[in-house]
């Protein structure tokens, strides 16, 4: 375990450790729409921060509702989501944000926090934070916050370990993505000796779709339109597609990653028609070195080289024209 706290950046562990012993109220929030690394995450500091005294009073409040099917977590039910927080606390933690804006401006950092910790690993974050714990290198925030235990030497209950292994393995792909190494296993097993339970775990995240999902899938599938020698996958989903199937947001989880199954594709878009007006979330997947996180940033998105995310203001036909505008300058290069 010693090998994994050298790799940390010690100093700022113990400034990070004081501010939570320090303070007394908390609000823990992440990106707009939070994943299973956020969540995660959150609820395991969470624990944390309540283990340190009794007298700490812990929010966890996101942008957007959590994933449904995150709903096993311990502690799932003090997941909130709000459009603008009120009031002020002694710490805010912004987790898994390659940037402030990235919280979907639920909170004003500069008048509502005393303090503002940045728990990120993301290669582009510009430490907006008070104390910025920041590590590329690492695969996940899951992982930051488990250095946070094993820094503190604080016991690892199975509820903590399951909410930082759903974090790890979510980030990971399960341990497929190039942002997998060796720190990354060693800290997994650690995880898997306290209980984790990976089979149960295995089905809940990712062999439980709802229906309308399935239809989703089975749907996107058959409309799919391939580019650049079929090196590029395009899936649209237009406000009706969803209407029609009566499926949810949450009915969206790990679609954008089927476009990778083909043999021939190394990069895989999913553009969905929003609910307000000429707004399309872009979601962007990738195999091995190519970096789709540049072409999220030309949109003021950002994210990983391998997964990234961003928003285009138009309607899906002109975003998927933008995308693969970008995607041409990368692709037509290789053929």
Partial sequence: MSKILNQTNKPTLDQLITTLKKGKTFCLSGHQNPDAD??????ALKHFI??????????????????????YLPGFEFVQHADKVSGHFDVVVAMECSGAERMGNIIDLKTQATDVLNIDHHLHNPNF??????????????????????HNNTPLTKEVALC???????????FRFGNTNEQTHMIASRLLAVGVPISDLSE????????ASMKLLASLLQQMTYHFDDQVVVMKIPLSLMDEIQAESDDLEEVVNFGLMRDTVNASVLLKEKEASKVIKVSLRSKG?????????TFDGGGHRNASGATIFGNLDKAEELILGEMGKIFKSST
Avoid: C, H
């Fill in 164 to 174: 930082i292994y759903t974090g790890l393995v979510a980030d990971t792909g399960w």
């Fill in 50 to 71: 309540e283990k340190l005294g009794p007298d700490k009073k812990v929010s966890i409040i996101n942008s957007g509702k959590p994933p449904k099917s995150l709903s």
């Fill in 129 to 150: 934070g008070t104390i910025n714990f920041v590590e590329p290198t690492t695969s996940s925030t899951a992982e930051l916050i488990f250095k946070i235990y094993t």
């Fill in 38 to 43: 956020v969540i995660g995450s959150e609820l």
């Fill in 204 to 211: 809940k995240m990712y062999m439980s779709r709802s229906k």
């Fill in 289 to 297: 070195n190519w970096d789709i996180n540049q072409i999220a940033r």
